[in-house]
């Protein structure tokens, strides 16, 4: 999940929680979960052709491109099902079977037919022969397939096409099917939950269970009934224990971190400070070797190369098992970082996000770590490299004036091996300063005293140092 959990998402989560029977449909005596218009046409549009006349203008054909293990084979069985309870003619065929064409060759002229096949031969020769004689096929037919196969040149245009993309880039439905699945395993033999059960359920914190489930699963989506039975048996705990007292934002959180990271390495006993992106990691390991201090404090990226930021947040929480007093987030100061300090306060994350007003720009809009860095030495950076530009100059002319360069992503890179090499304390002065309240805060050894650090803070608020916030424009931009 890339943005905040909406109070629309949270409300959502309560109306599943409250009452769940708009969120799951019954298909051949099988139980589907979703909310999604994705899934919801996909639903519609294959019953639509199982229970359409013969001979009207609703779709005959359509083709179902579904991701691998999202339910494809069970949607097909379950409309065989369904259609055999109306007619005699119903046919389900494994399409990577090669006695599938030769059937399909046999019922090409049955126009009373209804013919579902599960996905689709490997080989091209054979692939182009079933698209082909499912084409042809007179009667009704669905085709499931991978969505791989929604660009193959025998796929009839004419015929409607549904997908459905990973549960992962739909929130709805994966939130859908947990609470669905933790429902199943709180039912008894009738499929009734207790009141005391049913209370704590509806009682599950929306939000927390929204931002833990927002994480990327990738292949341990084929898991997600076993989190459902862990959730289910701890609220059966709590029910035994202490009634319909809810489940915690904490127990919950923990409950998906040993879903997401079963067999984790030895918890570290260390502090860990953990910044967006791998450049930021090695500005702060830069600063913390100009100062001497690199013992005992760990820092981290939240992604490698480009593949950080606070979108990797909450997996970070959950694969390595976070801890407050013991890791720190230290997040831009825009809408992402914002977005993302919710997130991880909910599951009880320690959270700083950079202080504007004590950045070298001054800015009161966004912040990020190079805000920090002596405006003049982003100056003499450009210097140095007359082919790069800031992604946006401004400046700031009401009080406190300052200069704001806002470092293009693509050259970040190059920046921080350039300051690696070339920046001194004093360019790096407010990173220091931001150093030294992290591991204040953990009780490490430290440039900076308690009291140090509380008269600093208030002297980099106030300071006024044309230096430092507007630094002296390279020449070649004039």
């Not at 949270?10 to 979703?34: E, K, N, P, W």
Request: aromatic share 8%; net charge negative.
């Amino acid at each position: 999940m890339h943005s905040m959990i909406s109070d629309e998402t949270a409300q959502l989560v309560q109306q599943m929680l409250d009452d769940f029977s708009r969120f799951t449909i019954t298909l051949g005596g099988l139980q589907f979960y979703g909310h999604s218009s994705e899934f919801l046409n996909l639903i519609n549009g294959c019953t639509e052709i199982m229970d359409s006349e013969y001979g009207t203008l609703a779709p005959q054909k359509a083709y179902a491109f579904i991701e691998p293990g999202h339910g494809r084979t069970s949607i097909a069985k379950a409309l065989e099902i369904e259609a055999r309870g109306h007619r005699e003619h119903v046919y389900l065929f494994d399409g990577t079977e090669g006695v599938t064409q030769k059937s399909l060759r046999d019922l090409q002229d049955d126009d009373a037919a209804f013919v579902l096949i599960d996905d689709l031969p490997e080989v091209a020769a054979s692939r182009r022969t079933l698209f082909e004689r499912f084409n042809a096929l007179a009667g009704k037919a669905i085709l499931f397939a991978a969505p791989e196969y929604m660009a193959d040149a025998s796929v009839n245009i004419e015929y409607p096409r549904y997908t459905l993309s990973h549960i992962d880039q739909r929130l709805d439905d994966k939130l859908a099917w947990i609470i669905g699945l933790i429902r199943e395993r709180l039912a008894d033999e009738l499929g009734a939950i207790s009141a005391v059960l049913s209370e704590s359920f509806k009682r599950l914190p929306p939000r927390a269970l929204a931002t833990l489930a927002g994480v990327s699963l990738g292949s341990k989506v084929r898991d997600l009934p076993t989190l459902a039975s862990r959730i289910a048996e701890a609220l059966q705990l709590r029910a035994l224990t202490e009634g319909s007292e809810p489940l915690s934002r904490e127990d919950l959180a923990m409950l998906f971190v040993e879903f997401y990271s079963p067999f984790p390495t030895k918890i570290s006993t260390g502090f860990t400070l953990w910044v967006e992106g791998e450049t930021d990691a090695r500005l702060f390991r830069r600063v913390a070797e100009l100062v001497g201090l690199l013992e005992g404090l760990a820092i981290k990226p939240l992604g490698e190369s480009r593949d950080g930021g606070t979108t990797k947040a909450v997996e970070i929480v959950l694969s390595h098992r976070t801890r407050r007093h013991h890791d720190i987030f230290l997040l831009d100061f825009d809408e992402p970082g914002r977005h993302a300090q919710e997130k991880l306060q909910l599951l009880g994350q320690d959270v700083i996000l950079l202080d504007p007003r004590i950045s070298c720009s001054r800015s009161d809009s966004d912040v990020e770590i190079e805000d920090f860095i002596d405006v003049s030495c982003l100056d003499r950076f450009y210097e140095a490299n007359p082919d790069l530009r800031p992604e946006k100059e401004i400046i700031r002319y009401k009080d406190p004036a300052a200069r704001r360069l806002v470092v293009n992503g693509v050259d970040k890179e190059t920046l921080t091996a350039w300051l690696e090499a070339n920046a001194s304390l004093s360019d790096l002065e407010n990173m220091v300063f931001l150093l030294a309240e992290i591991r204040a805060r953990f009780s490490l050894k430290n440039f900076y005293s308690r009291s140090e650090i509380e008269a600093r803070r208030k002297h980099l608020h106030m300071e006024n140092n044309t230096s430092k916030q507007f630094g002296h424009r390279p020449k070649h931009w004039i």
